[in-house]
């Protein structure tokens, strides 16, 4: 069964088509990546999904259910987090304040409780920086700070954009490591990441898209060997870049 599904997704802002007729599934407990440049239409994908921008066309569904015109704050009660691109926290607020954020609709204090110790549990540093304002934290430190964020609202589907962005590699390695244990937890992961070569290690499946269009598609292992993304997205080009296949799959 699929946890996410997007149907002929169409999203334009203005006379900008950023998304054209974007069909994709997502099966449940999987980790699925979406790959592509700097304007294919990567985060506006993830916007649609979590309601924060209107369709143009197609059909968005969740678990069976149809999210179309859903609007964000009832996509969260629906079990849809977004960990957005460049962290987004409060700077002026402790970590402890920007965690309780990602639970507001919560009122059960002993399930807030138990919903941050999980979080301590994946990011130590952040019980140790509880107390500490936000915009202090380092790059890595934050990132730590914005998933654990997203997962204070207890998602099914987490959505990661670009999570790798502008950390050292070492903490790359480490949120690496966190995004398999979220996901052996049983929560399906979409991940937009600009780091191909990661993105596909850690997902079973991806699209790449271009244009706002989905130019391929297929499991991760069959995208790592395929000449096109191991020219374009892999940093491999040998004896020329190969043109690309005119069809997904």
Do not use: W
């Not at 990567?42 to 069976?64: D, F, M």
């Not at 957005?84 to 609709?105: I, K």
């Not at 919560?106 to 915009?135: D, I, N, W």
Request: hydrophobic fraction near 45%; charge should be positive; glycine fraction near 12%.
């Amino acid at each position: 069964m699929n946890t996410l599904e997007l149907d002929a997704v169409t999203v334009a802002y203005g006379s900008v088509i950023a998304l054209r007729e974007v069909s994709l599934a997502v099966p449940r407990g999987s980790i699925v990546c979406i790959l592509g440049a700097n304007g294919a239409g990567k985060s506006t994908l993830l916007k649609a999904v979590a309601g924060l921008v209107p369709l143009a066309g197609g059909r968005i569904r969740h678990e069976g259910e149809d999210i179309s015109r859903m609007p964000a704050y009832e996509a969260v009660t629906r079990g849809i987090m977004l960990c957005p691109e460049g962290r987004r926290l409060f700077p002026e607020m402790s970590v402890l304040d920007n965690l309780r954020m990602g639970a507001y609709r919560l009122t059960s204090r002993r399930e807030f409780a138990e919903r941050l110790q999980r979080v301590y549990a994946l990011f130590p540093r952040l019980q140790e920086r509880a107390a500490q304002m936000a915009g202090s934290l380092s790059g890595g430190e934050q990132q730590m700070a914005a998933i654990g964020r997203a997962l204070m609202g207890a998602p099914r589907t987490l959505m990661l954009d670009e999570p790798s962005l502008g950390l050292a590699p070492r903490v790359i390695t480490e949120v690496a490591r966190v995004i398999g244990e979220i996901n052996r937890a049983g929560i399906t992961v979409v991940l937009v990441e600009q780091n191909a070569k990661l993105a596909l290690r850690l997902a079973e499946f991806g699209y790449v898209l271009e244009s706002g269009r989905v130019a391929l598609a297929g499991p991760s292992v069959t995208l790592l060997g395929d000449p096109y993304v191991k020219a374009i997205y892999l940093g491999e080009a040998a004896g020329g870049t190969p043109p690309r296949p005119t069809h997904p799959g």
